[in-house]
């Protein structure tokens, strides 16, 4: 398989002194558990793999057990030792309360042991258990579907990475190289970032070989959604699984969701849930104007799905078709757009951080921004456009009433820095390409801000 970003947060994390075991968050079939072996084997001499949804090895943990114990349980039916030059990985460790409640003493008693968990359903079987994770005893890190530039990795364009990851605010980046750039994204935008698509496709060249798989990775989810929601619930559950992705970049009402009969109790627990589960990232509305960031949870929330090409396979699109438009930026209209940046606005932190999308008070006045967050002890607004061009009518409006923000337009234009129409204000133009490191280009944008 490849290499992945979340290798190198890995990394750091090893060599932290006052290290805690850390559990590493994230949807099944992202790619967690390969990250962590790939991760293990370059930087330990060996690694102990408990797979929990191994029967076999979970029957070695159904009964509270100490330190001395579980040590004693992997010299016998590992036939190894646990020591600091061994990274023991706990995947899937919901499974198992005690090993759960082991963490705490792995960090009061053993801290130079290395420990990795993984659990796709922790939050929810956690919760349902009645059972709580030893606070202030682990540590955390989240992961996603590949992003644009872990595709780039993936698919052998080590010459077209290296140069975005070179690019800066003032890089003149050359038209045909923007088209390059371009086409890139829209393949990416296409199939998206699921490793086991991701995978296919670079191996195959073949999108006859993706429907199946796709089929695959749904079902699955569907089948999981039994193992954390009762009988009552499950239904709802599956329906929302279904129907979520037609939804993502928009808003949702839970109350009689996608035209059905269901009422907003039942949905909303199941939009509660799959979010627990990280199928998908509910973006609550906001009308503040400073610091920090209020919520308004009266206000429909926007749905981001796990992933675009999920939505696509949802919405009936054919990516063979959609290769084959004359014009690239017909690839981004609407829904599509919003999805695609805001997955990648959710994995560019370290940690899980609140995004937004702003509104005016409808007292005030129409005006939305697709995404509303925090950066630099400032409010970053951001609109996604389709197109190379379009107005920012809802962009001015947040400069209007938002002191200090920082404005940007995701686009299939070129990075550039404009001047808002009708303002004094500077915004920053990123194509869709760069989203990945849109957190260094804003760094960059607001210090030219800070010195005019």
């Avoid at 199946?212 to 999981?224: A, W």
Wanted: charged share 25%; proline share 4%; glycine share 6%.
């Amino acid at each position: 398989m490849f290499y992945r970003e979340i290798i190198d947060q890995l990394k750091i994390w090893k060599d932290q002194k006052n290290r805690k075991p850390l559990i590493i968050r994230g949807a099944r079939q992202v790619g967690k558990t390969t990250a962590i072996l790939m991760f293990g084997k370059k930087y330990f001499s060996s690694v102990i793999n408990i797979n929990l949804d191994k029967m076999e090895q979970r029957r070695l943990f159904e009964q509270p057990l100490s330190l001395d114990e579980f040590e004693t349980i992997i010299k016998i039916h590992f036939k190894t030792s646990v020591s600091s030059e061994t990274l023991l990985f706990i995947d899937e460790i919901q499974n198992s309360i005690y090993l759960l409640k082991l963490l705490r003493f792995f960090k009061e008693e053993r801290p130079e042991i290395p420990v990795i968990c993984a659990g796709s359903l922790l939050e929810v079987l956690i919760a349902k258990g009645g059972f709580q994770i030893p606070v202030g005893r682990v540590t955390y890190a989240y992961m996603y579907p590949l992003t644009f530039f872990e595709y780039l990795k993936a698919a052998n364009k080590e010459e077209l990475l290296d140069y975005l990851n070179n690019v800066h605010l003032h890089t003149d980046i050359p038209k045909s190289i923007h088209k390059e750039f371009l086409k890139e994204m829209n393949i990416y935008t296409l199939i998206g970032g699921m490793p086991e698509i991701v995978n296919e496709y670079v191996s195959s060249d073949d999108y006859n070989m993706l429907p199946s798989i796709y089929n695959s990775l749904l079902t699955g989810y569907i089948e999981d959604s039994y193992k954390y929601t009762n009988n009552s619930q499950s239904k709802y559950t599956q329906f929302v699984i279904e129907r979520a992705p037609l939804y993502a970049g928009e808003r949702i009402t839970y109350n009689k969701f996608s035209n059905s009969q269901y009422r907003s109790r039942e949905i909303s627990n199941s939009f509660s849930l799959l979010e627990k589960v990280m199928l998908l990232k509910r973006i609550n509305g906001t009308v503040s104007t400073n610091i920090p960031i209020e919520g308004r949870m009266k206000m429909p929330p926007k749905i981001i799905f796990l992933d675009v090409g999920l939505v696509n396979k949802f919405m009936g699109i054919n990516p063979v078709e959609m290769l084959n438009i004359s014009d690239l930026n017909n690839l981004y209209r609407g829904k599509i757009a919003e999805q695609v940046v805001g997955q990648h606005l959710l994995c560019q932190w370290q940690q899980q951080v609140n995004i937004y999308y702003w509104a005016k008070p409808k007292t005030q006045g129409s005006a939305e921004v697709d995404f509303c967050f925090t950066h630099n002890g400032k409010l970053v607004g951001l609109e996604v456009k389709s197109g190379k061009s379009g107005k920012l009518k809802s962009l001015s409006e947040f400069s209007k009433v938002v002191n200090n923000s920082i404005l940007v337009r995701i686009y299939a234009g070129e990075l550039t820095v404009n001047n808002l129409p009708l303002t004094k204000k500077k915004f920053l133009s990123v194509p869709f390409y760069l989203v990945p490191k849109l957190l260094q280009l804003l760094d960059e944008f607001d210090l030219i801000r800070n010195a005019l």
